[in-house]
């Protein structure tokens, strides 16, 4: 099993940049491809971003491309999304999600999940 802690997330404005981090707990973090997903009030959970276990190859959603970038570093044990040029509908809570079988863009692919991190942009 793994646990996952979201963190970074915050106020910030349209334009503007932030780093979220996922730290995850056991020593087996680098056999888990990894993902960010994000959920809006009323909304469904969004795929975000996507990287391999050994990061060697990294996927995105249509309305991140470009201005969001996903990696990791398995020597801490720690994933992360740098969002730039943040828009308002970008706003929602951030959740990190780990699995060892499948990488995907799919909610249900992923066995575990972290608690979230609220990520505000105004305009």
Same mark, same amino acid.
């Given at each position: 099993?793994?646990?996952?802690v979201e963190s970074g997330g915050g106020l910030v ?15 087996? %973090? ?10 809006? +009030?009323?909304?469904?959970?969004? %795929? ?8 060697? *190859?990294?996927?995105?959603?249509? *309305?991140?491309?470009?201005? %969001?970038?996903? *990696? ?12 730039? *040029?943040?828009? +308002?509908?970008? !706003? ?7 699995? !060892? ?23």
């Amino acid at each position: 099993q793994v646990q996952l802690v979201e963190s970074g997330g915050g106020l910030v404005q349209a334009g503007g940049s932030l780093r979220l981090s996922c730290a995850a707990s056991g020593r087996t %973090f680098s056999t888990y491809n990894m993902a960010w997903f994000r959920q809006a +009030p009323g909304k469904e959970r969004e %795929f975000v971003a996507a990287i391999n276990w050994s990061a060697i *190859s990294t996927y995105y959603g249509d *309305s991140v491309k470009g201005r %969001f970038t996903i *990696s990791r570093d398995n020597a801490k044990n720690t994933m992360y999304l740098q969002m730039n *040029s943040l828009k +308002p509908e970008d !706003t929602a809570v951030y959740l990190c999600a780990a699995d !060892t079988a499948y990488y995907g863009t799919k909610v249900g692919e992923y066995d575990y999940w972290g608690q979230g991190t609220q990520v505000t942009v105004s305009s």
